[in-house]
């Protein structure tokens, strides 16, 4: 696991540029413990709120003011992802992560936004493997106490004491939380190179564009699933279709309902993925888990409320 961020202790510069950098450092943390942008920045505008709650005596007298941010942060996260499980009970459908597009492929914060724009949290997530979706898809199976102790100690690298001062634990159950999340995550199955990623996606596309259904069958591993998250917002399929025959006749079936969409090669996730608009528009974002074996997975993001940062402005 690579380490976007390593613990900073050091005095919190208090101009723009140090407010920056830590809040990006808090928004990749964030993001990777809710899988949620929006819940992200809620959760560093509550540590930033708890912060300048402080007096200025009392700020003064924080020894390291990053690993502060970073307790009341995790914390944070911590009570958010409890509430969060209740709401993906009701949640209509499958739920997923939302999707992140690559800060390279963002103007002003929005994919075909305008310098303009504001800035999109979004811009500030560090990338690397563990944002993409197959790895956050499996920390969702974690109990929260796990994925928080998991993605400070194995991701960012944060001692086990300091984990335990954030979860509430001690450093020995901290441990046994992190390694229980290792093992998930380690059951996952081993992803293709990214040029290997890449080209398959890319002929998935063409294939798709095509309505192409043997091209497709091709493609696909003989499991493959689609995952669609719609939240019952809009028209899909609530439940996962398995198999590479079924998968392929319903993007064929999606194809010839919406004759008008254009396809968009663009970095989900840290990968390459596949964005679908409709007169502009940005309707569905598709992640892809790839190995040697073919595509075994797909993940169709159609909920609206998790599209913000791919809409042009």
């Given at each position: 696991m690579t380490n976007p961020s390593a613990p900073q202790h050091g005095r919190l510069d208090p101009g723009p540029a140090g407010t920056a950098s830590e809040r990006r450092r808090l928004t990749s943390?964030?993001?990777?413990?809710?899988?949620?942008?929006?819940?992200?920045e809620d959760a560093v505008q509550e540590t930033y709120a708890r912060w300048y709650a402080l007096s200025a005596e009392r700020r003064a007298a924080v020894v390291?003011?990053?690993?502060?941010?970073?307790?009341?942060?995790?914390?944070?996260?911590?009570?958010?992802?409890?509430?969060?499980?209740?709401?993906?009970?009701?949640?209509?459908?499958e739920w997923l992560p939302e999707p992140l597009p690559d800060r390279a492929e963002l103007v002003g914060g929005r994919v075909g936004g305008t310098a303009g724009d504001a800035a999109d949290p979004a811009d500030r997530v560090t990338m690397d493997e563990s944002?993409?979706?197959?790895?956050?898809?499996?920390?969702?199976?974690?109990?929260?106490?796990?994925?928080?102790?998991?993605?400070?100690?194995?991701?960012?690298?944060?001692p086990f004491p300091e984990v335990a001062e954030i979860v509430g634990r001690s450093p020995a159950a901290c441990r046994q939380l992190a390694s229980?999340?290792?093992?998930?995550?380690?059951?996952?199955?081993?992803?293709?190179?990214?040029?290997?990623?890449?080209?398959?996606?890319?002929?998935?596309?063409?294939?798709?564009?095509?309505?192409?259904?043997?091209a497709m069958v091709g493609l696909l591993d003989p499991d493959v699933t689609s995952t669609p998250d719609s939240g019952g917002v809009v028209p899909a399929v609530l439940t996962p279709i398995v198999g590479r025959e079924e998968v392929a006749r319903a993007f064929t079936q999606v194809r010839e309902q919406q004759p008008g969409i254009d396809l968009l090669e663009r970095t989900v996730n840290g990968q390459t993925g596949l964005?679908?608009?409709?007169?502009?528009?940005?309707?569905?974002?598709?992640?892809f888990e790839v190995t040697d074996g073919g595509i075994t997975h797909i993940w169709a993001m159609r909920n609206p409320e998790k599209l913000h940062a791919w809409t042009a402005a």
């Open positions: 943390l964030a993001y990777r413990l809710l899988g949620s942008l929006a819940d992200a390291s003011p990053g690993a502060w941010l970073t307790r009341v942060a995790g914390r944070v996260c911590l009570d958010l992802l409890g509430s969060a499980r209740a709401r993906r009970e009701r949640y209509v459908g944002v993409h979706m197959a790895f956050l898809v499996v920390l969702e199976s974690t109990t929260p106490a796990e994925r928080v102790a998991f993605v400070l100690h194995d991701v960012f690298r944060y229980s999340a290792r093992r998930r995550v380690r059951t996952a199955r081993r992803p293709a190179a990214a040029a290997h990623h890449a080209a398959l996606v890319r002929e998935f596309g063409r294939a798709w564009a095509a309505k192409d259904i043997g964005v679908a608009q409709v007169a502009g528009v940005t309707v569905t974002v598709l992640a």
